[in-house]
């Protein structure tokens, strides 16, 4: 019995002196620009699991926890927003019961979000759940738009997921919205010249061509990731340098970090390396958001 109380004691100061570290840590990096949006490519739950030779499925819950504790390194060293790949579109392609389990892990974690102990309490945290939702099934879509809803008043911190989702899917939706509004604004003030008699020809066509453009702006606004800056920073494990069909059209000018770390073994020490990376290359980078801007 006192061999166990030495023990949970020696356990809890090593774990207090952990957290002083880590805080004096995120102190002194915070001297520097912090990035305020962070994208994370989760990519290695499955090898992690076979690596161990656990049972197929656990990989991803092991991925859970790895989420949780990156989630929490983050919004402590000051990123607003972090975005996971959660599910890609094409994931839908696996094997039934792969998407029925991994659509059930979704659902028991979302509860666990919503908890008094759980994240979004703890940051005060607003979750955004981005991509096209009418491809869930109905007990997954209902879960996301509860999330979505309880959330909605948190300013503190942002965590946007992805899923399901492709950059693809992301872009024609975008288009298409852009081009339905537009066919909208046209419509009505062309009519109403028609109405007061305008002539067919020449004053109908210079409205329309008038009209008729469709800017970068009128895109962008209805992207998905709308709602969230550009990333700073995306980092994908396992060591792959693909995006993998994830947000191609926002991370034009963002840096790439893929340590060979599998998901589920990722951990502080590749975060902080991937922020002091982006404080190295931080005047480039702003540099060239900045041109962007004024564009």
Request: hydrophobic fraction near 40%; aromatic fraction near 8%; glycine fraction near 6%.
């Amino acid at each position: 019995m006192l061999t166990e109380k030495t023990g949970g004691i020696k356990s809890l100061l090593f774990g207090g002196l952990v957290t002083f570290l880590r805080i004096c840590l995120f102190k002194v990096i915070a001297t520097g620009p912090i990035p305020e949006h962070i994208a994370f490519i989760m990519d290695g739950n499955r090898r992690y699991a076979k690596k161990h030779n656990f049972a197929e499925g656990s990989g991803h819950k092991a991925g859970y926890s790895s989420l949780v504790s990156m989630l929490g390194h983050c919004y402590e060293l000051g990123v607003k927003y972090v975005t996971v790949y959660a599910f890609s579109i094409d994931n839908f392609k696996r094997r039934p019961d792969i998407v029925k389990f991994l659509m059930d892990l979704m659902l028991e974690k979302i509860e666990l979000l919503l908890g008094e102990e759980g994240l979004v309490n703890q940051y005060g945290l607003r979750i955004y759940f981005i991509g096209n939702l009418k491809l869930l099934s109905e007990p997954v879509r209902a879960a996301v738009e509860k999330v979505m809803k309880a959330t909605e008043n948190n300013k503190r911190a942002v965590l946007l997921v992805c899923m399901p989702y492709t950059s693809t899917d992301e872009i024609v939706h975008a288009v298409k919205q852009s081009c339905e509004n537009k066919r909208r604004e046209i419509q009505t003030p062309v009519a109403t010249k028609l109405a007061n008699g305008a002539s067919e020809g020449v004053e109908v066509m210079m409205e329309l061509r008038k009209l008729a453009n469709i800017n970068l702006v009128d895109v962008e606004k209805h992207m998905y990731m709308g709602v969230a800056p550009d990333p700073d920073i995306l980092i994908r494990s396992s060591g792959e340098t693909r995006l993998s069909n994830f947000l191609l059209w926002q991370t034009a000018n963002c840096p790439l970090y893929s340590p060979a770390a599998l998901w589920p073994e990722l951990d502080i020490r590749h975060l902080v390396w991937a922020v002091l990376n982006f404080q190295r290359s931080y005047p480039y980078l702003e540099k060239k958001k900045q041109k962007k801007i004024s564009e």
